[in-house]
């Protein structure tokens, strides 16, 4: 038996689900907006052992192999973006979600990711320490509250970006010219910059003993969100790759998207691990190895 | 230097920083991460300055971190315009989590993700954790639509509590010396300077009750043991 846990308009769950219904493997889909259709029953005795059900299913969690937990973060959802803590329905759900991340992180199952080996990604600057750890190329960065640090920061390097270093989402923007006035703001919050890398970016899907690497081509500094971004599968050099598998594995994850940039010299760098990565935004959807792998991993037993 | 990082309303750690021998601690307030003076250069940590009570310190000044909170609150951010105060709050988090991490002092306790204080366990966590080293435990059950209760609590009696407190690998309070030694494992498999763990006794068994990673600043026995720890 699979556990997927994450919304239904989720592409990565999604595609997973339909590969997972093709091949007939017993699998329960948990939309994260119906958690109150479900009830978890869960003892701890030395072993987890329990049932989780709802009208239309019950699945003893013994006979659970393998989990895949993509949730969102519940205060983002619409149907709780007007509730309070005080609400019961979202005490409810909220209670049902804290059951789902226990079991995760104890489960006797293939888990994808455990919650504790995600963590690193809640705070940036101490996993791009973990990263460097493992032989990779990190930018320069500091972190202040000093704008004049900023500004001599920005006289070393010449092009400086900043972005957000908890795991709230935030668009990757470089620092301008005419932004001495919002320097003043970093005053308020310990905020991070870092030397601009010129090059081409990468991203790198490990899933344990698998790497789908892909050429990022885009104008922007956050390729995300740019209109031009295209996207091409590759091999990377073997020593990359070989730290990449390190560096997946020293954080605990069995999947993971590692973030790395080729600058014009040819050095290669990496800027971040995403432990939950929405892979299918590299994946060609005519040709699915990454889902397809997944799958296939989570079905293993 | 030994910095306490507590909340600003946290009358018993500025009560703890006062009265610390020789003045050699300080308090740092999420107040301070609003004030203009942290830098930390990832390359080079050593050259990292850090805000506390409003004064600059070197990293390379301090010899000790006593962290008293897990993370940071919004209702501590009386700085920041109430929009912003969400963000702010995982930022400021984040951050020290990092700080604390390349500090080359010692630590009660080193930082985990999303818990400045020790490893973020849930109690079931903590029950494994004792299985592990051989404390006893009770089995525990839950149910979300539902009591959540250890299960045959059929006594109605109030149980004997019984603690122990270790710190830097030193049994410092002990209600129930047979247990020192599994205590003491059990705040190495959590890689933890501080424990304090309370059991239960009930029909003349005994078995674990919970797990507190923060030094309880009012208790005398706690903090002359930290005084003493860190003149050390």
Same mark, same amino acid.
């Given at each position: 038996?699979v556990?997927?846990?994450?919304?239904?308009?989720?592409?990565?769950?999604?595609?997973v689900?339909d590969i997972?219904?093709?091949?007939?493997?017993?699998?329960?889909?948990?939309?994260?907006?119906?958690?109150?259709?479900?009830?978890?029953?869960?003892?701890?005795?030395?072993?987890?052992?329990?049932?989780?059900?709802?009208?239309?299913?019950?699945?003893? $969690?013994?006979?659970?192999?393998?989990?895949?937990?993509?949730?969102?973060?519940?205060?983002?959802?619409?149907?709780?973006?007007?509730?309070?803590?005080?609400?019961?329905?979202?005490?409810?759900?909220?209670?049902?979600?804290?059951?789902?991340?226990?079991?995760?992180e104890?489960?006797?199952?293939?888990?994808?990711?455990?919650?504790s080996?995600?963590?690193?990604?809640?705070?940036?600057?101490?996993?791009?320490?973990?990263?460097?750890?493992?032989?990779?190329?990190?930018?320069?960065?500091?972190?202040?509250?000093?704008?004049?640090?900023?500004?001599?920061?920005r006289?070393k390097?010449?092009?400086?970006?900043?972005?957000? $270093?908890?795991?709230?989402?935030?668009?990757?923007?470089e620092?301008?010219d005419?932004?001495?006035?919002?320097?003043?703001?970093?005053?308020?919050?310990?905020?991070?910059?870092?030397?601009?890398i010129?090059?081409?970016?990468?991203?790198?899907? $490990?899933?344990?003993?698998?790497?789908?690497?892909?050429?990022?081509? +885009?104008?922007?500094?956050?390729?995300?969100?740019?209109?031009d971004?295209?996207?091409? +599968?590759?091999?990377?050099?073997?020593?990359?790759?070989?730290?990449?598998?390190?560096?997946?594995?020293?954080?605990?994850?069995?999947?993971?998207g590692?973030?790395?940039?080729?600058?014009?010299?040819?050095?290669?760098?990496?800027?971040?691990?995403?432990?939950?990565?929405?892979?299918?935004?590299?994946?060609?959807? +005519?040709?699915?190895?990454?889902?397809?792998?997944?799958?296939?991993?989570?079905?293993?037993? | 230097?030994?910095?306490?990082?507590?909340?600003?309303?946290?009358?018993?750690?500025?009560?703890?920083?006062?009265?610390?021998?020789?003045?050699?601690?300080?308090?740092?307030?999420?107040?301070?991460?609003s004030?203009?003076?942290?830098?930390?250069?990832?390359?080079?940590?050593?050259?990292?300055?850090?805000?506390?009570?409003?004064?600059?310190?070197?990293?390379?000044?301090?010899?000790g971190?006593?962290?008293?909170?897990p993370y940071?609150?919004?209702?501590?951010?009386?700085?920041?315009?109430?929009?912003?105060?969400r963000?702010?709050?995982?930022?400021?988090?984040?951050?020290?989590?990092?700080?604390?991490?390349?500090?080359q002092?010692?630590?009660?306790?080193?930082?985990?993700?999303?818990?400045?204080?020790?490893?973020?366990?849930?109690?079931?966590e903590?029950l494994?954790?004792?299985?592990?080293?051989?404390?006893?435990?009770?089995?525990?059950?839950?149910v979300?639509?539902?009591e959540?209760?250890?299960?045959?609590?059929?006594?109605?009696?109030?149980?004997?509590?019984?603690?122990?407190?270790?710190?830097?690998?030193?049994?410092?309070?002990?209600h129930?010396?047979?247990?020192?030694?599994?205590?003491?494992?059990?705040?190495?498999?959590?890689?933890?300077?501080?424990?304090?763990?309370?059991?239960?006794?009930?029909?003349?068994?005994?078995?674990?009750?919970?797990?507190?990673?923060?030094?309880?600043?009012?208790?005398?026995?706690?903090?002359?043991?930290?005084?003493?720890?860190?003149?050390?």
């Amino acid at each position: 038996m699979v556990v997927l846990w994450g919304l239904s308009d989720d592409g990565p769950i999604n595609r997973v689900n339909d590969i997972l219904q093709r091949k007939n493997v017993p699998t329960l889909f948990i939309d994260q907006q119906d958690a109150l259709e479900y009830t978890f029953d869960m003892t701890f005795d030395g072993d987890v052992s329990g049932v989780i059900s709802s009208l239309y299913s019950s699945v003893r $969690i013994e006979d659970v192999h393998a989990i895949y937990l993509r949730p969102y973060d519940l205060c983002q959802l619409g149907i709780f973006e007007q509730c309070d803590s005080t609400d019961e329905d979202w005490t409810r759900t909220a209670y049902f979600e804290d059951m789902m991340f226990l079991w995760s992180e104890i489960a006797n199952a293939r888990v994808i990711n455990r919650p504790s080996s995600a963590g690193s990604n809640a705070s940036k600057p101490y996993q791009l320490e973990l990263i460097r750890q493992c032989g990779l190329n990190v930018p320069a960065t500091i972190l202040t509250t000093s704008p004049q640090r900023v500004k001599d920061f920005r006289q070393k390097y010449r092009r400086v970006i900043y972005k957000s $270093i908890s795991s709230q989402r935030s668009i990757v923007a470089e620092l301008g010219d005419n932004n001495d006035e919002r320097l003043k703001d970093v005053v308020w919050c310990p905020t991070q910059f870092q030397e601009y890398i010129n090059g081409t970016d990468y991203r790198v899907h $490990i899933l344990e003993d698998k790497v789908f690497a892909s050429r990022i081509l +885009s104008s922007s500094a956050d390729y995300r969100y740019a209109i031009d971004t295209q996207i091409e +599968s590759v091999t990377l050099p073997s020593n990359i790759e070989e730290k990449c598998f390190l560096l997946s594995k020293n954080l605990g994850l069995h999947f993971s998207g590692i973030d790395l940039r080729q600058s014009q010299d040819g050095e290669w760098y990496c800027f971040e691990v995403n432990p939950s990565p929405g892979y299918t935004y590299f994946e060609d959807p +005519s040709n699915r190895p990454i889902s397809h792998a997944l799958a296939e991993y989570l079905t293993q037993s | 230097m030994v910095i306490v990082f507590a909340s600003q309303l946290d009358e018993m750690a500025q009560r703890a920083v006062a009265g610390w021998p020789k003045s050699r601690a300080t308090l740092l307030t999420v107040d301070d991460l609003s004030t203009e003076g942290w830098f930390i250069n990832s390359n080079d940590v050593n050259k990292s300055i850090i805000v506390a009570s409003g004064k600059q310190y070197s990293v390379t000044e301090l010899s000790g971190v006593v962290t008293l909170m897990p993370y940071i609150v919004e209702q501590e951010l009386f700085k920041i315009e109430e929009p912003d105060r969400r963000y702010v709050t995982a930022e400021m988090t984040a951050f020290l989590h990092y700080v604390f991490t390349i500090l080359q002092c010692p630590l009660i306790n080193k930082p985990s993700a999303y818990n400045l204080t020790g490893p973020n366990w849930r109690f079931e966590e903590w029950l494994r954790a004792c299985q592990r080293v051989s404390l006893p435990i009770k089995p525990y059950h839950h149910v979300t639509h539902g009591e959540t209760n250890s299960t045959n609590n059929t006594n109605f009696d109030p149980p004997e509590i019984r603690t122990i407190i270790v710190l830097s690998n030193r049994v410092i309070v002990s209600h129930a010396e047979t247990l020192n030694a599994k205590v003491l494992q059990l705040a190495k498999l959590a890689a933890v300077q501080f424990l304090e763990i309370t059991f239960a006794e009930e029909n003349g068994q005994i078995f674990f009750c919970s797990a507190n990673c923060i030094p309880n600043m009012n208790n005398p026995q706690v903090l002359a043991a930290l005084y003493e720890n860190f003149e050390n």
